[in-house]
């Protein structure tokens, strides 16, 4: 792959660099990629086999049309001892129009409640050594 990203902008075409030249991966700058495995209703592209479908957005686009955009908060990182990446807590909120205004919520715990069942919350793969790190 290399000095380009592998798409183009979806909406104008604009060829754009990967973020890290070398990168095997579609990764562009200035831009932002979208994966779906399709949608029920679509008659291009609902998959039931594993296979996504994959554009890129440069940036530029995404302010020409932001009116056109949404935002939705899926789950809260989980913060612990001051940190994040311990998980997330699923909820289930609106979509709204875009503001560009992030939800910067987040679900607070206390070291002996990481990795414990809490309703909605998925840990990390490693969530016993992150907890034995921070010494419970």
Known sequence: MGEQAMLPC???????????????????DEGTEFRTYGHYGS????????????????????REHAARLAQQK???????????????????????????HLDRSEAQVEVEELGTEIPGVEWVSDIGERKADLGS
Do not use: H
């Not at 660099?17 to 579609?26: A, H, I, S």
């Not at 008659?43 to 995404?62: A, I, K, Y």
């Not at 913060?79 to 699923?90: E, L």
């Open 43 to 62: 008659t291009f592209w609902d998959d039931f086999n594993g296979e996504e479908l994959v554009l890129n957005v440069c940036d530029p686009c995404l």
């Open 74 to 100: 899926r789950f809260l990182p989980i913060r612990c001892a001051g940190m994040v990446g311990f998980g997330r807590q699923w909820v289930d909120r609106p979509m709204v129009s875009y503001s560009g």
């Open 10 to 28: 979806f909406k104008c075409g604009r060829v754009m660099r990967n973020v890290c030249p070398g990168w095997d991966e579609n990764q562009p």
